[in-house]
């Protein structure tokens, strides 16, 4: 995490506290700040919106559905890397984990240089998650843009018997007059036309 470890803020959920104190000392190494240590039994969200932490560090002896379950429930409201320590590999756990955005290890003995190297891969993993995410919900916007543009030019072709240029400029002009986007216009020109129609 080169440099920026000192900043990162850890909320560690441990069903062990033997575990929990090894898993404590191994990020403390890292120089990383605990922002807080809970059982799994513990409300998981009171203590993300109280310590606000930038990533979760779950760590069970087993494979825990329910714990699974909240963690995904957690992660699409307001989305951190997560890393998931299991002391027994289940494969279909971790591939729900996955799709989660979780990211699952399965690890029999934990080191400070393991927890670095997952802390690492759970920060780069998610960083890149999110880009490709907001890139796509980008493209969805655009396109849905495109869409309604498209629509609003049928519509000012159809009715006013204008060219697909023409009704473009007259959108664009709409547009810029009333200093707004020319998706927004062309929703509004859409929907007016739906008023209309009733």
């Given amino acids: 995490m080169d440099g920026e470890a000192a900043t990162v803020r850890i909320l560690v959920v441990d069903d062990n506290s033997e575990r929990a104190a090894l898993v404590e000392n ?12 809970i059982g799994v039994d513990a409300d998981l969200r009171a203590a993300i919106q109280t310590h606000c932490p930038d990533l979760l560090i779950v760590d069970l002896a087993a494979p825990d559905p329910a714990c699974l379950d909240e963690l995904m429930a957690i992660n699409q409201e307001t989305p ?11 494969r279909p756990l971790m591939t729900r984990a996955i799709r989660a955005g979780v990211s699952p290890y ?5 080191s400070a240089t393991l927890i670095r190297s997952i802390v690492d891969n759970v920060v780069g993993h998610f960083d890149r998650h999110r880009a490709v995410s ?3 919900e980008k493209s969805r916007a655009t396109l849905n843009d495109r869409k309604l543009i498209e629509r609003a ?6 009715h006013r018997d204008l060219s697909e240029d023409d009704a473009y400029k007259t959108l664009r002009k709409m547009a810029m007059d009333q200093n707004k986007r020319l998706a927004d216009v062309a929703e509004a020109v859409l929907n007016l036309a739906d008023l209309l129609k009733r």
């Fill in 26 to 37: 191994s990020l403390r190494e890292t120089g990383v700040v605990i922002a807080a240590v």
């Fill in 106 to 110: 399965a690890v029999d003995g934990l």
């Fill in 153 to 158: 030019k049928g519509l000012l072709m159809a």
């Fill in 80 to 90: 951190r890397p997560v890393a998931l320590l299991i002391g027994v590999e289940d």
């Fill in 134 to 136: 907001e890139a796509l």
